[in-house]
């Protein structure tokens, strides 16, 4: 009903055509997608229902997360392969490959040993053969390898004794490559180390190697033994004690970067490959290296980590995931939430994903109104 003769009731017209345009603007806006820097969660699980989905969904939460932790790893073997160290005694062990060098001395005249008018005799060096033996003088071959200094003088003298029983051996070692170390890299000096008793640890020879280099991030101490291979990040090993094994002859043992990392996207501080920081990061500890959600734009409710499992990895939901690709959603709006998420780990290779706020959008539209209001009342009062 017209008021005074205006067809908008108590509005007048400039008003009316105001109305107009903000339904026409709603109406352009609700068909066109406003731009973004991440999807909203709910468009990225969509169809997550439906018995064709590519992928399945998991909530994390406190009673989920002991469930996933037992699915098989993603991304690399699932724990850095280390043990204990054991010591041995103190003195060296001959291995095949040393030197040794043997002094006779004999103080009998016509001594089948010693030269005529001395009272010693001095072997040329001699390399422990592979059967860990060397030879000597009317003695033939004697083994001695596996024994240390100490124990293979006495071998030594024992066998002389039967021809010269007055006779005394001396016997040095220097350690062969059998019987030492080889760092190839990652150190200030990398090559071959000599180990001088069986207490000598992987600390000890990085200290006479110039130290782990600081120019490696997050580095990875490797260490190669008789066909298999150990790991353990550097800053573990030094921080236990327990961790500093000793080595063996024949080790090798290299210092690399650890190149484990998750991709972080959306709205976050960092959008960008991150590597790990430690052997273990949690939900938690990725949005931390992700420089936390964004205040303005980030759905508290919605940080997704997205994995691919093989196709052998699947299982019953239980012993395994049922599908290859899964999404697993976490809510930082409740305890159960925050909590599973200092629980849950994040694989290397996955992806962490800070969706949007659907508020933002909201917010974005409200914004653009006022804006395109503001605009049109300086154009009608101009």
Same mark, same amino acid.
């Given at each position: 009903?017209?008021?005074?003769?205006?067809?908008?009731?108590?509005?007048?017209?400039?008003?009316?055509?105001?109305?107009?345009?903000?339904?026409?603007?709603?109406?352009?806006? $609700?068909?066109?997608?406003?731009?973004?820097?991440?999807?909203?969660?709910?468009?990225?699980?969509?169809?997550?229902?439906?018995?064709? $989905?590519?992928?399945?969904?998991?909530?994390?939460?406190?009673?989920?997360?002991?469930?996933?932790?037992?699915?098989?790893?993603?991304?690399?073997?699932?724990?850095?392969?280390?043990?204990?160290?054991?010591?041995?005694?103190?003195?060296?062990?001959?291995?095949?490959?040393?030197?040794?060098?043997?002094?006779?001395?004999?103080?009998?005249?016509?001594?089948?040993?010693?030269?005529?008018?001395?009272?010693?005799?001095?072997?040329?060096?001699?390399?422990? *053969?592979?059967?860990?033996?060397?030879?000597?003088?009317?003695? #033939?071959?004697?083994?001695?390898?596996?024994?240390?200094?100490?124990?293979?003088?006495?071998?030594?003298?024992?066998?002389?004794?039967?021809?010269?029983?007055?006779?005394?051996?001396?016997?040095?070692?220097?350690?062969?490559?059998?019987?030492?170390?080889?760092?190839?890299?990652?150190?200030?000096?990398? #090559? $071959?180390?000599?180990?001088?008793?069986?207490?000598?640890?992987?600390?000890?020879?990085?200290?006479?190697?110039?130290?782990?280099? +600081? %120019?490696?991030?997050?580095?990875?101490?490797?260490?190669?033994?008789?066909?298999?291979?150990?790991?353990?990040?550097?800053?573990?090993?030094?921080?236990?004690?327990?961790?500093?094994?000793?080595?063996?002859?024949?080790?090798?043992?290299?210092?690399?970067?650890?190149?484990? +990392?998750?991709?972080?996207?959306?709205? +976050? *501080?960092?959008?960008?490959?991150?590597?790990? %920081?430690?052997?273990?990061?949690?939900?938690?500890? =990725?949005?931390?290296?992700?420089?936390?959600?964004?205040?303005?734009?980030?759905?508290?409710? #919605?940080?997704?980590?997205?994995?691919?499992?093989?196709?052998? %990895?699947?299982?019953? *939901?239980?012993?395994?995931?049922?599908?290859?690709?899964?999404?697993?959603?976490?809510?930082?709006?409740?305890?159960?939430?925050?909590?599973?998420?200092?629980?849950?780990?994040?694989?290397?290779?996955?992806?962490?994903?800070?969706?949007?706020?659907?508020?933002? =959008?909201?917010?974005?539209?409200?914004?653009?109104?006022?804006?395109?209001? #503001?605009?049109?009342?300086?154009?009608?009062?101009?």
């Amino acid at each position: 009903m017209a008021i005074d003769g205006n067809p908008w009731g108590v509005l007048d017209v400039r008003t009316g055509r105001r109305f107009a345009g903000f339904i026409a603007i709603l109406v352009l806006l $609700s068909a066109c997608s406003l731009p973004r820097g991440a999807a909203v969660d709910r468009e990225i699980l969509v169809g997550k229902d439906a018995r064709s $989905s590519q992928f399945a969904v998991v909530e994390v939460t406190r009673d989920t997360t002991p469930i996933v932790s037992q699915w098989p790893a993603t991304g690399w073997s699932g724990e850095y392969r280390w043990f204990e160290a054991r010591r041995g005694p103190a003195s060296g062990i001959i291995r095949p490959g040393d030197t040794v060098k043997i002094v006779i001395w004999d103080n009998q005249e016509n001594s089948l040993i010693a030269a005529a008018g001395t009272k010693q005799t001095e072997l040329p060096p001699m390399e422990v *053969g592979a059967a860990g033996e060397v030879f000597l003088p009317y003695m #033939g071959k004697i083994k001695i390898s596996g024994m240390t200094q100490e124990g293979a003088r006495d071998r030594l003298q024992s066998a002389m004794s039967e021809i010269a029983p007055s006779a005394q051996v001396q016997l040095a070692v220097r350690p062969g490559h059998n019987n030492a170390v080889d760092v190839v890299s990652g150190v200030g000096q990398p #090559g $071959s180390v000599p180990l001088p008793d069986r207490n000598t640890t992987i600390l000890s020879v990085f200290a006479k190697t110039g130290g782990i280099s +600081s %120019q490696l991030r997050n580095p990875l101490v490797r260490l190669h033994r008789g066909g298999n291979t150990y790991e353990i990040r550097a800053d573990a090993l030094v921080a236990d004690a327990g961790k500093n094994v000793t080595l063996r002859g024949g080790d090798k043992v290299a210092v690399v970067e650890d190149d484990r +990392s998750f991709t972080a996207f959306g709205a +976050s *501080g960092r959008e960008e490959i991150i590597y790990f %920081q430690k052997e273990y990061m949690t939900a938690m500890d =990725a949005i931390s290296a992700m420089g936390g959600l964004s205040d303005n734009r980030a759905n508290p409710r #919605g940080v997704l980590v997205l994995r691919e499992y093989a196709k052998d %990895q699947l299982g019953d *939901g239980t012993t395994g995931p049922q599908k290859k690709k899964m999404v697993f959603t976490i809510n930082l709006t409740t305890a159960d939430g925050l909590f599973a998420a200092r629980n849950f780990h994040v694989n290397p290779e996955d992806t962490v994903v800070a969706t949007e706020s659907p508020v933002t =959008a909201v917010e974005t539209v409200f914004d653009l109104i006022g804006s395109l209001v #503001g605009l049109q009342n300086r154009i009608e009062d101009d």
